[in-house]
């Protein structure tokens, strides 16, 4: 996942099995994290 503001660098890896703990998550400057890429599955 990476910060939705193209301004900030940070990136957070996170893992979630649900996707409403997504909206939990928000970058440390207070913009909302944007996924990138769904790890792989393997079960
Ligand atoms: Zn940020």
Do not use: H, K, Q
Request: with cysteine; aromatic share 2%; glycine share 2%.
């Amino acid at each position: 996942m990476t910060c939705s503001d193209p301004d900030c660098p940070d990136e957070l890896e996170a893992v979630v099995d649900d996707v409403s703990e997504l909206e939990a998550l928000a970058c440390a400057c207070g913009c909302t994290m944007a996924v990138v890429a769904w790890p792989d599955r393997t079960d």
